[in-house]
């Protein structure tokens, strides 16, 4: 028996008033039976403690009816088994969603039932409406805090419950909305960061690997008998689009920056004919699935073949290397309109792509190399004057260049002054190896690209005034042009191969 200003209350009894006969507190089991809704007696009602069981039948969430008596309060306890909620509802109005294993106090005001808090041990948080959710978490005074989860030691997963209808509900990060004001300010970022390593706490040793970052789609769902395998989820980033409702110019959508502080182990594309990279351009696909605009890189062709190929932003010439079309064969490399074939590197650590492209499509046997060496002493007088004068030296290839043809050279120039040049010495020396790429439009030789200079020495009184000068109509001319004050003894070695 328990006292209150003196009277004797029984808390397992009832007190009597103008609004009837109530229990103190006290308890009940009351079962849902049938999968039907439980409609409680004032009787079944009147205690405090509400502990609803079931038979387990339910096939969905039950409806548990109580009278709406004003000022009537319970704790209801979701003790079911069959893993549905239950309603707490009167005969109209709106009601309280328990969810397994909840509790929740409830009253009505004789028109709907309310929930005053509630929660689920080891599941489920509840904010302060009918609707179960953490309504808000922060620091101490509202300020900003941290929310720490877990143990340190056992994986925590967030997770949603299943559908309960055709379309699955999402689920949503979202950073805090900018403050809106004259001008709007920035929104809250959004950042998934990974643990960082332990650190060493011994002398000379290495703390260890931070955590790694995985997004990864939803497996698709298994199929049965002889249907086709469901595909997985999509993994899509995209950038903001841009803001409205100004009448100045259109903003633009966010950019999309991808640091990588270390290497790229492996970036691969599944082979699809819509799989493509845009770099440095709008995306575009045009044609037969080739790509437009600069800088794109696209896998596989239209031809179901895996392709890079970088386009100008004419989209009339690019550079495109196609993988072959059968295993062993040699993929397929264009430059512009032209295709050079079969290329082939063999993987060693000694196989690499440099300026001597000549020397390396010569070291694959992909062409003839040919070699002639001429030998004459040249007049500076006659070199700056004549530009077919037999004491100017005239390289010119044994074969003709076909039109449209294209090649590589290699010249090697070694010159000597027999005469002293203006500044210089007899025996001042200049020497000078250059590679070119040419290719015979039709009405003559040209060179294709800058000359690329692969090694250079000369005696200053020599510098910049001993050069060599592609030409040619049908065959490959190179001619050594002398325009310094002395004579020299030249020798001049060409190698070209022609495609």
């Given at each position: 028996?328990?006292?209150?200003?003196?009277?004797?209350v029984?808390?397992?009894?009832y007190i009597s008033g103008?609004?009837?006969?109530?229990?103190?507190?006290?308890?009940?089991?009351n079962?849902?039976?049938?999968?039907?809704t439980?409609?409680?007696?004032?009787?079944?009602?009147?205690?405090f403690?509400?502990?609803?069981t079931?038979?387990?039948?339910?096939?969905?969430?039950?409806e548990?009816?109580?009278?709406l008596?004003?000022?009537?309060?319970?704790l209801?306890?979701?003790?079911?088994t069959?893993?549905?909620?239950?309603?707490?509802?009167?005969?109209?109005?709106?009601?309280?969603?328990?969810?397994?294993?909840?509790?929740?106090?409830c009253?009505?005001?004789?028109?709907n039932?309310?929930?005053?808090?509630?929660?689920?041990?080891?599941?489920?948080?509840s904010g302060?409406?009918v609707a179960?959710?953490?309504?808000?978490?922060?620091?101490p005074?509202?300020?900003?805090g941290?929310?720490n989860?877990?143990?340190g030691?056992?994986s925590?997963?967030?997770?949603?419950?299943?559908a309960?209808?055709f379309?699955?509900?999402?689920l949503?990060?979202?950073?805090?909305?900018?403050?809106?004001?004259?001008?709007?300010?920035?929104?809250g970022?959004?950042e998934?960061?990974s643990?960082?390593g332990?650190s060493?706490?011994?002398?000379?040793?290495?703390?260890?690997?931070?955590?790694?970052v995985?997004?990864?789609?939803?497996?698709?769902?298994?199929?049965?008998?002889?249907?086709?395998n469901?595909?997985?989820?999509n993994?899509?980033?995209?950038?903001?689009?841009?803001?409205?409702?100004?009448?100045?110019?259109?903003?633009?959508?966010?950019t999309?920056?991808?640091?990588?502080?270390?290497?790229?182990?492996?970036?691969?594309?599944q082979?699809?004919?819509s799989?493509?990279?845009?770099?440095?351009?709008?995306?575009?696909?045009?044609?037969?699935?080739?790509?437009?605009?600069?800088?794109?890189?696209?896998?596989?062709?239209?031809?179901?073949?895996?392709?890079?190929?970088?386009?100008?932003?004419?989209?009339?010439a690019?550079?495109?290397?196609?993988?072959?079309?059968?295993?062993?064969?040699?993929?397929?490399?264009?430059i512009g309109s032209?295709?050079?074939?079969?290329?082939?590197?063999?993987?060693?650590?000694?196989n690499?792509?440099?300026?001597?492209l000549?020397?390396?499509?010569?070291?694959?046997?992909?062409?003839?190399?040919t070699t002639q060496?001429?030998?004459?002493?040249?007049?500076?007088?006659?070199?700056?004057?004549?530009a077919?004068?037999?004491?100017q030296?005239?390289?010119t290839?044994?074969?003709a260049?076909?039109?449209?043809?294209?090649?590589?050279?290699?010249?090697?120039?070694?010159?000597?002054?027999?005469?002293?040049?203006?500044?210089?010495?007899i025996?001042?020396?200049?020497?000078?190896?250059?590679?070119?790429?040419?290719?015979?439009?039709?009405?003559g030789?040209?060179?294709?690209?800058?000359p690329?200079?692969?090694?250079?020495a000369?005696?200053?009184?020599?510098?910049?005034?001993?050069?060599?000068?592609?030409?040619?109509?049908?065959?490959?001319?190179?001619?050594?042009?002398?325009t310094?004050?002395?004579?020299?003894?030249?020798?001049?070695?060409?190698?070209?191969?022609?495609?």
């Amino acid at each position: 028996m328990t006292t209150f200003n003196g009277t004797p209350v029984d808390i397992a009894g009832y007190i009597s008033g103008a609004g009837g006969t109530v229990p103190v507190l006290g308890g009940i089991e009351n079962e849902i039976t049938g999968n039907a809704t439980l409609v409680l007696t004032i009787g079944q009602a009147d205690p405090f403690y509400q502990l609803i069981t079931s038979d387990g039948s339910s096939t969905g969430i039950i409806e548990v009816e109580v009278p709406l008596n004003p000022g009537k309060c319970w704790l209801f306890q979701n003790a079911t088994t069959e893993g549905f909620a239950i309603n707490v509802i009167g005969s109209s109005g709106t009601g309280v969603s328990i969810p397994p294993n909840g509790f929740a106090l409830c009253g009505t005001d004789g028109v709907n039932v309310y929930s005053a808090g509630g929660f689920t041990p080891g599941a489920d948080l509840s904010g302060s409406s009918v609707a179960q959710y953490v309504s808000n978490i922060s620091g101490p005074g509202g300020t900003g805090g941290t929310v720490n989860l877990g143990d340190g030691f056992d994986s925590l997963t967030f997770l949603m419950r299943p559908a309960t209808g055709f379309t699955a509900p999402t689920l949503t990060f979202q950073g805090s909305l900018g403050l809106a004001g004259t001008n709007g300010h920035l929104g809250g970022p959004l950042e998934f960061i990974s643990g960082k390593g332990g650190s060493a706490t011994g002398p000379n040793n290495i703390g260890a690997l931070g955590g790694p970052v995985f997004f990864q789609g939803g497996q698709g769902g298994n199929s049965t008998g002889t249907s086709g395998n469901s595909t997985g989820g999509n993994v899509g980033f995209s950038t903001g689009n841009p803001g409205i409702g100004g009448s100045g110019g259109a903003g633009l959508p966010g950019t999309f920056a991808v640091t990588v502080g270390g290497q790229i182990t492996c970036f691969q594309l599944q082979a699809a004919t819509s799989d493509y990279l845009a770099m440095g351009g709008p995306t575009a696909v045009s044609g037969s699935n080739r790509c437009a605009n600069s800088g794109l890189l696209r896998f596989p062709s239209s031809t179901g073949l895996p392709i890079m190929a970088v386009r100008n932003p004419g989209n009339t010439a690019d550079v495109s290397l196609v993988a072959a079309s059968a295993p062993g064969g040699n993929p397929t490399m264009s430059i512009g309109s032209a295709a050079v074939n079969a290329i082939n590197i063999t993987a060693s650590t000694t196989n690499f792509l440099s300026s001597s492209l000549m020397n390396w499509f010569i070291s694959q046997g992909q062409g003839t190399k040919t070699t002639q060496v001429a030998t004459a002493a040249l007049t500076d007088a006659a070199l700056a004057t004549v530009a077919a004068s037999t004491n100017q030296l005239v390289y010119t290839s044994s074969a003709a260049v076909p039109s449209t043809s294209t090649g590589f050279a290699k010249c090697k120039l070694v010159a000597r002054a027999t005469t002293a040049p203006a500044g210089g010495s007899i025996g001042d020396s200049y020497i000078s190896e250059v590679n070119f790429g040419f290719k015979n439009v039709g009405s003559g030789i040209v060179a294709v690209g800058t000359p690329t200079v692969v090694s250079q020495a000369a005696d200053t009184s020599l510098d910049g005034l001993v050069s060599i000068v592609l030409g040619g109509t049908t065959n490959l001319e190179f001619t050594v042009d002398n325009t310094s004050a002395g004579n020299l003894v030249v020798t001049l070695t060409v190698e070209y191969i022609l495609n």
